[in-house]
């Protein structure tokens, strides 16, 4: 992402100081027994989640420190946790060690924590996912990782730096850590439906919450507020939402790009300006060099017809990813054994065993890839076009505004895409 000049300077300060901090051999706290020090950016109901399930996943973490945009949201969260009490007691944050504003994410990382859970909006997240590597931090990542392609590079040549540190990089797309479907991928991976050819997934459901605008806001306060609706925080929701669905065929397709897509999308419903300026629902076809093709669907209309689910078919066979079902040259089903593990929390556990083990995960590459792959999808909705992978990626066009001040007002709306008028850029 493109950020303003002042702010640029600042990050760029604030991370070449950050850098000279020195890690243990092997990442921080390496194969060590000691305390791994927590700190959370964004303290929404994902945000607290996920400090919940890393509080849980090793019972030598201890959360320190939070920030959040705003007060209300910082200290609801921390009042959530403690009243959680099998991890109360490790809940260590103090009023000094609570931030807020756009700079909550570099006081966090300079409060003496370990790893760090980037919970924010997604317009944030390729400059918070810099910075936490500059610093030297273990990171989890919700999904996505950016809203644009410039925020893509941002983040995987910040995910190299992080291999090169030795510093694990886990994601929040989380079905890659739900143990019936790596059983069921792992057969796509073996054969099971021989040489995929058509993927379906779909991701249409009802509409979600919006905050109702008080007279104390400025427009920045509201749009940060109702984040979702805004597409230089969010991405839209076939990037923010749907990038589930499209991950796990991405997966599926053993994390091949796809060469290039073309679609359709609109704002049929949800039309009101409560709704910022996004689509209610986007069809995209994404197509592959072996002549596959994935058919997308996601939409956000109320009393609709809901699925969500992934259909897979190949030579040999045909899968139903979300009921870990596969027909054809071979039938299999996965079973259950009462062993599975919660995905969220399973994601957490694997990323504190990896720092324990001096081995750290890093998810980089592939997260990244899926997050552009969504990000291709709302280029070819809102502009009417076919597009390429090379030209997703070459993309210049950053979504964030020209300055990050809460006290910016007026901050218009962007206008709503025109699909055939709006530009690729």
């Known amino acids: 992402m493109n950020y303003p000049p002042q702010q640029r300077r600042s990050f760029l300060k604030t991370t070449a100081a950050m850098s000279a901090i020195s890690l243990l051999p092997g990442g921080v706290h390496a194969g060590s027994s000691g305390v791994l020090k927590v700190g959370l950016v964004g303290c929404g109901g994902r945000g607290t989640g996920a400090a919940s399930q890393a509080l849980r996943a090793d019972p030598q973490t201890e959360l320190v420190a939070v920030g959040d945009m705003f007060g209300d949201r910082a200290e609801s969260s921390i009042a959530q946790l403690k009243r959680d009490s099998e991890i109360a007691g490790r809940v260590k944050v103090t009023p000094e060690t609570t931030f807020t504003g756009f700079d909550a994410y570099k006081k966090v990382l300079a409060a003496g924590v370990d790893v760090v859970l980037l919970a924010s909006p997604p317009g944030f997240r390729p400059m918070h996912i810099a910075a ?25 040549d910040a995910c190299r730096k992080a291999k090169e540190k030795k510093l694990a990089v886990v994601s929040g797309l989380c079905w890659r850590y ?19 050819h058509t993927l379906h997934t779909n991701y249409i459901v009802g509409g979600l919450w919006v905050k109702k605008r008080q007279p104390e806001w400025t427009d920045m306060e509201y749009q940060l507020r109702n984040w979702y609706y805004y597409a230089w925080l969010s991405g839209d929701h076939n990037v923010e939402q749907h990038i589930h669905s499209l ?7 053993k994390d091949e790009a796809p060469i290039a897509a073309y679609g359709l999308g609109g704002r049929q419903v949800r039309t009101g300006p409560d709704f910022g300026h996004i689509f209610d629902h986007h069809a995209v076809v994404y197509e592959f060099k072996n002549g596959a093709k994935i ?11 809901n699925d969500v689910n992934d259909y897979l078919a190949g030579s040999k066979g045909k899968c139903s990813v979300m009921k870990h079902q596969i027909t054809g040259d071979t039938n299999w089903a996965y079973k259950r054994d009462g062993k599975e593990i919660d995905m969220y929390q399973s994601e957490h556990n694997e990323l504190f065993a990896s720092i324990r083990k001096g081995e750290p995960i890093n998810d980089g590459e592939w997260m990244t890839r899926s997050t552009l792959v969504a990000i291709l999808g709302r280029m070819v909705t809102y502009t009417g076009k076919r597009i390429t992978w090379e030209q997703a ?33």
């Not at 936490?132 to 995987?156: N, R, S, Y």
């Not at 058919?295 to 017809?305: E, H, I, K």
Request: some cysteine.
């Open 247 to 253: 991950d796990k065929c991405i997966w599926a397709m």
């Open 295 to 305: 058919f997308s669907f996601c939409r956000q209309q109320d009393g609709c017809y």
């Open 132 to 156: 936490a590597v500059e610093a030297g931090k273990h990171i989890f990542a919700e999904k996505p990782v950016a809203v644009d392609a410039p925020g893509c590079k941002m983040v995987l």
């Open 393 to 425: 990626l070459a993309s210049t066009e950053s979504l964030a505004p020209k300055a990050l001040d809460l006290n910016v007002n007026p901050l218009p709306t962007p206008p709503v895409a025109l699909p055939g008028r709006t530009p690729f850029a």
């Open 178 to 196: 739900d143990r019936p479907k790596r059983e069921t991928m792992k057969r796509i991976h073996d054969g099971a439906l021989g040489e995929l």
